[in-house]
């Protein structure tokens, strides 16, 4: 017969005190492993978003084919910046800061800002694009970001990971957007 089976409340303390040591730590690392992954979720959230505003702010700089301006990076970069600064995600010119933006224009030369270093990070090997399109390609790595690295002891460790995304947008020539 177990001491809990008594009636007293003196009894089942100690059966309580050793159940919630055995379970607590199980409870916790299924706490921080649910907040590292929604960590990841939100960061792969804003680098989505951050390529889809820099790719509008480049179909609202680049040129038509006739005139043959190409998107303008500079604000492609401050669009981006303005989205993943929220995150604590610092997009920088320098080598090894582990971001990078690159811009492609289907009329004129690509360009990119950011890590030059960084491998994997390219535009997506999909479709070519078309006349009067643009994209911009957002890549993170996690090394550049104050991600939490609480559980990379038990395995379950993001660094070393890319978050990456692409946007397409049509341009936006002056006389579409006229009435």
């Known amino acids: 017969m177990s001491a809990c089976a008594k009636p007293t409340l003196r009894a089942c303390r100690g059966v309580v005190?050793?159940?919630?040591?055995?379970?607590?730590?199980v409870v916790l690392i299924v706490f921080i492993?649910?907040?590292?992954?929604?960590?990841?979720?939100i960061f792969q959230a804003a680098v989505t978003h951050a390529a889809a505003v820099g790719a509008r702010e480049a179909g609202k700089t680049a040129g038509s084919p006739q005139t043959n301006k190409p998107a303008d990076i500079d604000v492609v970069v401050a669009a981006v910046r303005?989205?993943?600064?929220a995150n604590g995600i610092e997009i920088t010119g320098v080598d090894g800061s582990g971001t990078?933006?690159?811009l492609e224009d289907g009329d004129g030369p690509d360009s990119a800002f950011g890590d030059s270093t960084m491998t994997g990070c390219g535009p997506p090997s999909g479709p070519p694009l078309q006349s009067g399109e643009v994209r911009v390609t957002v890549c993170v790595n996690v090394l550049a970001?104050?991600?939490c690295h609480a559980l990379k002891d038990w395995g379950l460790s993001f660094l070393g990971t890319v978050f990456h995304a692409s946007a397409v947008v049509k341009k936006e020539y002056p006389q579409d957007l006229s009435p």
């Open 33 to 41: 492993a649910a907040f590292q992954f929604a960590m990841a979720v």
């Open 145 to 147: 970001t104050p991600f």
């Open 82 to 85: 303005d989205v993943v600064d």
């Open 100 to 102: 990078k933006v690159i």
């Open 17 to 25: 005190t050793l159940e919630l040591i055995l379970a607590l730590p």
